[in-house]
Nanobody, 112 residues
Framework: QVQLVESGGGLVQAGGSLRLSCAASGSILSRSVMGWYRQAPGKQRELVAVIIRSGATNYAASVKGRFTISRDNAKNTVSLQMNSLKPEDTAVYYC??????WGQGTQVTVSS
């Protein structure tokens, strides 16, 4: 069973950047879909970005052009580069494998 640990969250001003990392305890090579989700206070968890084994990606409309997801199968990591951050990006960000395995989450707070 793969275990996922996120890191890289923090407090940043609007317009700034953060890079989130997700380290897997096991191989993600066999995992078809790796993704990042987020949950803001009082809201449902929502998809941010996904990347499939081939490297193809898909993004939520709200982050397209600002966020970039990538995966390194050799290092068993998935990253999310977040640029031009907005206060509405404030949330707990979760890494996910194949829709079934979740990390514990990392807090991202964007101040205005």
């Amino acid at each position: 069973q793969v275990q996922l640990v996120e890191s890289g969250g923090g407090l940043v001003q609007a317009g700034g950047s953060l890079r989130l990392s997700c380290a897997a305890s096991g191989s993600i090579l066999s995992r078809s879909v790796m993704g990042w989700y987020r949950q803001a206070p009082g809201k449902q968890r929502e998809l941010v970005a996904v990347i499939i084994r081939s490297g193809a990606t898909n993004y939520a409309a709200s982050v397209k052009g600002r966020f970039t997801i990538s995966r390194d199968n050799a290092k068993n990591t998935v990253s999310l580069q977040m640029n031009s951050l907005k206060p509405e990006d404030t949330a707990v960000y979760y890494c996910n494998a194949d829709g079934s395995v979740w990390g514990q989450g990392t807090q991202v707070t964007v101040s205005s």
